[in-house]
């Protein structure tokens, strides 16, 4: 077939002005990718930010540019084929036998090539980058910024977020990647929620835990001791030991029974819980390994269980805060003074410590301040109120996010049951078999742990392996659910 279009029509396609364009915002991508490559490479600590510039941003400039250039040429050359009189009008073709077409598709394939491979490392690295706790806690800082100082003070402050928040598999990666886009619309146009509800959004499944927490381990007993103090002058210490009866949940590894028991492979227990927030379960049953079921029903649940959501319990029942767990100001405030960094010295300094930290603060700055005042309001020229308000300070700083709404009381932890329901949401003696025969115990205090162990002090001079009757500081707390008056936080009267 003969040429159509003059020759000089090969170099015009740098002059046009939409390729010119074109042309320099590709070579500003490709000198921007090779500077902030180069930066990347070197740098010890590299920033998302920076991540997010190399490989996304600056690519993305790049393929513009070249789009840009390659209409150019096209718009071009239609208008030129167009003001040839009497020329036929522009068809797009290629014909192999043409030196001239051969030598373009060989530029074409290589320039393709050498992007794809440019693409394909960069993909690589987006994946790390997105993947990385340094891109997820700070990358959209302001929003997860709760969860992110929370997790580094966790015992899981090594494992990455991706390791919990991302399901095994490649699906889960893309299908998290895409949720997260939503996120970052959200934050962009500031429409985020606050707090991030993680009753709603956040769906961790099962079998995450156990890549790394082999289900079938037999745990046996852990020894945990739980250091208070009272609410008086004095700052008199009140101290408990438990040995935790976690046992075991699969029959070939050990026996079966304690806490973990709800994990045992044979067994399903299944609930209706009527609150977003999981707090109150009315409806509870249990299948065992020969299918017999058998139901625990509080009195005001009539309803039929089936027009309720059942779930079936598992690891995030209980373990919900394995990663953020917003301390209450009790017993953040317990911890720092066990640890000596609040003087037991300053008197009643438990309670002004608590009552600092849970009045309401509209921001950060206006917390710090608040908590300065109060404190030195307090304890005029004592030697040890500087230490004191520093400390109270940084677990102000650790467990409240003013800007964010997120504070120890918006997510409720499960694990126990002195400041919020948690066990005692099912084990409440109020959950009965319908013939009233059974039910499942609250009251018995050695079922779940024995208390070898209490002082009032914090030196405990008597182990007793048979389980001691729990001394409750104060008369009256029988027959009642901890949480009715625990509840994190000093009563200010
Ligand atoms: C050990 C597993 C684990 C790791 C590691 C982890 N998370 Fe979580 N995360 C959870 C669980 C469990 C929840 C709560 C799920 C629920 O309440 O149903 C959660 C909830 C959240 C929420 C919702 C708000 C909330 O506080 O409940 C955000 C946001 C979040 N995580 C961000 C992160 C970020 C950012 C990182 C890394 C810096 C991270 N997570 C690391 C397990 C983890
Ligand atoms: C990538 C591995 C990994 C994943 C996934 C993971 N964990 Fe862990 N977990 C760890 C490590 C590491 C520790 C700390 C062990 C240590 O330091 O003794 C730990 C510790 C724990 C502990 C003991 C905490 C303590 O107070 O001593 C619990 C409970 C726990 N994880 C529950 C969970 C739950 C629930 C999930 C799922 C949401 C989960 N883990 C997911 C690695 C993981
Ligand atoms: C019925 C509530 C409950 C369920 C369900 C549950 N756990 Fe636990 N688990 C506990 C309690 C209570 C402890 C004692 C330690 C504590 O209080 O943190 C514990 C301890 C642990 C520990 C620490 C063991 C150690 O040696 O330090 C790990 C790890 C753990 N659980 C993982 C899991 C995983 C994984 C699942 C899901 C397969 C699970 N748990 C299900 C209540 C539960
Ligand atoms: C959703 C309801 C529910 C929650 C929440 C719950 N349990 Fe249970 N638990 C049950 C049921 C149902 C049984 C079986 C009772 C029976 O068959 O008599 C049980 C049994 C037990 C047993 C006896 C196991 C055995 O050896 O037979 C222990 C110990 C126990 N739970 C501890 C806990 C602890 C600790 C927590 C909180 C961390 C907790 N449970 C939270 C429903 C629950
Ligand atoms: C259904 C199981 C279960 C029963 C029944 C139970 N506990 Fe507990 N208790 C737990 C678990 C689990 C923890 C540990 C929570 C944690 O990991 O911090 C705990 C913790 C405690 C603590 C320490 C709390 C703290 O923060 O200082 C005390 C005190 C306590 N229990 C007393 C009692 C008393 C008193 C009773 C009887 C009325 C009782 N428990 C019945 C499961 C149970
Ligand atoms: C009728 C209300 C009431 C009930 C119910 C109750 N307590 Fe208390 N508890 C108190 C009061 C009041 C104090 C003394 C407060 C102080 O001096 O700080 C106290 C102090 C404590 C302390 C030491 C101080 C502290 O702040 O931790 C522990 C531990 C404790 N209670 C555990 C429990 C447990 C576990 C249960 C449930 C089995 C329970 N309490 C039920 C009212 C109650």
Redesign the pocket.
């Given at each position: 077939m003969k040429e159509s279009t003059p020759p000089s029509l090969r170099f015009s396609i740098f002059r046009n002005w939409v390729s010119l364009a074109g042309s320099a915002i590709a070579a500003s991508a490709v000198f921007s990718f090779v500077l902030l490559f180069i930066l990347d490479y070197f740098a010890k600590e590299t920033s998302p930010y920076l991540g997010i510039l190399t490989y996304l941003v600056a690519p993305a400039f790049l393929f513009i540019g070249l789009l840009l250039i390659c209409l150019g040429w096209f718009l071009h050359r239609r208008k030129r084929a167009r003001a040839v009189k009497g020329g036929t009008p522009f068809r797009f073709f290629i014909d192999l036998s043409l030196p001239r077409h051969r030598k373009y598709l060989g530029v074409f394939l290589g320039t393709a090539a050498v992007l794809l491979l440019i693409s394909s490392v960069g993909s690589y690295q987006t994946y790390h980058v997105t993947k990385s706790v340094q891109f997820c806690g700070t990358a959209c800082h302001s929003v997860m910024e709760p969860q992110f100082v929370a997790y580094q003070h966790s015992p899981h402050a090594q494992v990455e977020c991706t390791a919990c928040h991302i399901a095994p598999g490649a699906k889960s990666f893309v299908q998290a990647k895409l949720g997260g886009l939503h996120q970052l619309y959200d934050t962009v146009i500031g429409e985020v929620e606050r707090p991030i509800k993680s009753w709603e959004r956040v769906h961790i499944k099962q079998e995450t835990c156990e890549q790394c927490h082999w289900p079938k381990r037999f745990v046996g007993n852990l020894d945990r001791t739980y250091v208070h103090y009272l609410d008086d002058s004095t700052n008199s210490a009140y101290t408990v030991r438990l040995l935790?009866?976690v046992?075991g949940s699969d029959p070939t590894h050990g026996p079966?029974?304690?806490?973990h028991?709800?994990m045992n492979v044979a067994n399903k227990?299944?609930?209706v819980a009527t609150d977003e927030k999981r707090q109150k379960?009315p409806y509870?049953?249990?299948t065992d390994g020969n299918g017999k079921v058998?139901e625990?029903v509080t009195k005001g649940f009539t309803n039929d269980p089936v027009k309720h959501t059942l779930r079936t319990?598992d690891c995030m029942?209980?373990h919900n805060r394995p990663a953020h767990h917003f301390r209450t100001p009790n017993d953040s405030v317990d911890l720092a003074m066990w640890m000596g960094k609040i003087s037991t010295k300053l008197p009643a300094v438990k309670r002004a410590a608590v009552l600092a930290l849970t009045k309401p603060y509209a921001t950060k700055e206006e917390g710090l301040k608040g908590i300065e005042t109060s404190l030195r309001e307090k304890f005029p020229g004592h030697a040890d109120v500087t230490t004191a308000i520093a400390e109270v300070q940084r677990i102000y700083n650790t467990y409240y996010f003013p800007s964010m709404k997120t504070e120890w009381s918006i997510y409720p932890n499960?694990?126990?049951?002195k400041d919020f329901p948690?066990?005692?949401?099912?084990?409440d003696n109020e959950?009965k078999t319908p013939d009233g025969k059974?039910s499942?115990?609250g009251n018995d205090c050695n079922?779940?742990?024995t208390i070898v162990g209490e002082s009032r002090g914090i030196d405990i001079s008597h182990l007793d392996a048979r389980g001691l009757k729990f001394k409750h500081p104060e008369e009256g707390w029988e027959d009642m659910r901890c949480s009715d008056c625990h509840n994190g936080k000093i009563e200010d009267k």
């Open positions: 935790l009866k046992g079966v029974g304690g806490i028991w709800h227990v299944e609930y379960i509870v049953r249990v058998t625990f319990m029942d209980c499960n694990i126990g049951h948690g066990c005692f949401r099912c084990h959950h059974r499942l115990k079922a779940c742990h």
